[in-house]
């Protein structure tokens, strides 16, 4: 099945890639590996969750932004890539802000690993770090990056 089949089956459209905040693009390509640059949760263009997890927003809100991250990680990989071309989701970093107790930020990156299995199955299991830090940019509670792999041609 095609991953736009599997996009529409799951209710989801890949937006255009968020532009960049500062001096970068939002993803690289390098050979048959593309490496995006942390992509904040927007939603057109808004920014829906602000703060810290588990002061100002929830670990279940949270999860949802870390979900909309993964979705603004695949839009910066169709800027240099078609995503019908992804072979394997290989790594996946997430960035939590909150406060230095909580130690929920696996669950909470969940929300964007989970999505890639759900859109690629098997090929959406990837290796994956979840790094809970003070801040992130624009004050929002979760930033995720990944890197993919393409298929040969």
């Known amino acids: 099945m095609s991953i736009a089949k599997r996009l529409e089956e799951l209710g989801i459209e890949i937006p255009p890639a968020v532009k960049p905040v500062a001096a970068y693009v939002p993803a690289v390509r390098v050979g048959d590996y593309v490496y995006t640059s942390g992509q904040l949760p927007a939603i057109n263009g808004e920014l829906p969750y602000i703060g810290k997890v588990d ?7 949270a999860y949802k932004a870390a979900r909309n991250c993964g979705i603004n990680c695949l839009a910066a990989v169709s800027t240099v890539a078609d995503i019908e071309d992804i072979e394997q989701i290989v790594k996946v970093t997430g960035f939590v802000a909150s406060s230095p107790d909580f130690s929920g930020a696996p669950a909470v990156v969940n929300g964007a690993s989970e999505l890639f299995v759900e859109i690629f199955g098997d090929k959406g299991a990837h290796a994956r770090s979840a790094i809970g830090v003070a801040s992130l940019p624009l004050n929002v509670p979760v930033e995720v990056e990944m890197i993919v792999k393409l298929k040969s041609k």
């Not at 002061?55 to 809100?61: G, Q, S």
């Open 55 to 61: 002061t100002d927003v929830t670990p279940e809100d």
